[in-house]
């Protein structure tokens, strides 16, 4: 087996690759910067493409570390500069943890000040988190509007909605002032992962890592309130006023299949995707 110096003569770049967690991708910032390496990918394992002459580094999450670069982040350059970089672990789009990992070698290394360095709207190093950023908060604001819940048996509420990206974290917290100490459970089917609050605290169940939900059925009036639901949303529709692509500027159709309203066989409404199914 080569060495890693072996290594740096056989390669001309370095790509560090991640369990895809904020953790993980924390803990790749601290390795480049202990390693004084400057890896041009910077991407979760599962989605990590590796180029011709790039060698790849397996990097492990390591809490220490992804702590000591979260509290610098957050101290240095602001809450919203680390909210970026929680949001690029979040999102699916390829190329998310390289630019998180690129504003922070900007912020560090380059920027006139640390604090500013997120300001920095036009920046090559700045521009790509910040659309992550906005990305993946628009994806949470869909999120909050547009969660349907259905009453199951024993008590619990169920969702399942289809996110671009995996924005289950970002949600949950709302979600459980608003139900207090009611039982729920969000379904991301895109991730396969599942938010479950069981009245005081949540957490996350990947699904998608061979873990399994164990939903009960829907109560006997679930079909009814469907209904009543889909029948109300026709009633304060203005027809006069009926614009299709507006509709599907605000509430994209890709998430029509778990909107009650917008679904059109309530009844026999196929469930697939579902980890219950």
């Known amino acids: 087996m080569l060495a890693r110096g072996e290594q740096a003569e056989l390669f001309s770049e370095v790509a560090y690759a991640y369990?895809?967690?904020?953790?993980?991708?924390?803990?790749?910032?601290?390795?480049?910067?202990?390693?004084?390496?400057?890896?041009?990918?910077?991407?979760?394992?599962?989605?990590?493409?590796?180029?011709?002459?790039?060698?790849?580094?397996?990097i492990d999450v390591n809490l220490e570390h992804a702590e000591r670069v979260r509290a610098g982040l957050a101290g240095s350059c602001g809450p919203a500069a680390y909210s970026a970089m929680k949001a690029a672990a979040l999102c699916s789009e390829a190329g998310s943890g390289t630019a998180a990992y690129r504003f922070v070698r900007y912020a560090y290394d380059?920027?006139?000040?640390?604090?500013?360095?997120?300001?920095?709207?036009?920046?090559?190093?700045?521009?790509?988190?910040?659309?992550?950023?906005?990305?993946?908060?628009?994806?949470?604001?869909?999120?909050?509007?547009?969660?349907?819940?259905?009453?199951?048996?024993?008590?619990?509420?169920?969702?399942?909605?289809?996110p671009q990206d995996s924005v289950i974290p970002l949600v949950m917290d709302h979600f459980a002032s608003r139900f207090n100490t009611q039982a729920f459970v969000i379904y991301d089917e895109t991730h396969g992962v599942a938010g479950v609050y069981e009245g005081r605290d949540w957490y996350l169940v990947n699904v998608?890592?061979?873990?399994?939900?164990?939903?009960?059925?829907?109560?006997?009036?679930?079909?009814?309130?469907?209904?009543?639901?889909?029948?109300?949303?026709?009633?304060?529709?203005?027809?006069?006023?009926?614009?299709?692509?507006l509709r599907r500027h605000f509430m994209p159709k890709r998430l029509w299949r778990n909107i009650t309203e917008m679904q059109e066989d309530l009844p026999g409404l196929s469930r697939k995707g579902s980890p219950c199914a």
């Open 19 to 58: 369990d895809g967690s904020l953790e993980g991708l924390l803990s790749a910032i601290f390795a480049a910067y202990e390693r004084r390496e400057n890896p041009t990918d910077v991407e979760p394992r599962f989605r990590l493409q590796p180029r011709l002459d790039q060698r790849v580094s397996l």
């Open 208 to 245: 998608a890592d061979g873990g399994s939900l164990n939903i009960p059925p829907a109560t006997a009036r679930e079909a009814q309130m469907r209904a009543a639901w889909k029948a109300f949303y026709r009633s304060v529709s203005v027809e006069a006023r009926y614009n299709p692509e």
């Open 110 to 162: 380059a920027a006139p000040s640390r604090r500013r360095a997120f300001s920095d709207v036009a920046h090559p190093d700045v521009a790509p988190l910040r659309r992550i950023w906005k990305r993946v908060g628009t994806e949470r604001e869909r999120m909050l509007q547009f969660v349907r819940f259905e009453e199951l048996e024993g008590g619990l509420w169920f969702a399942r909605c289809n």
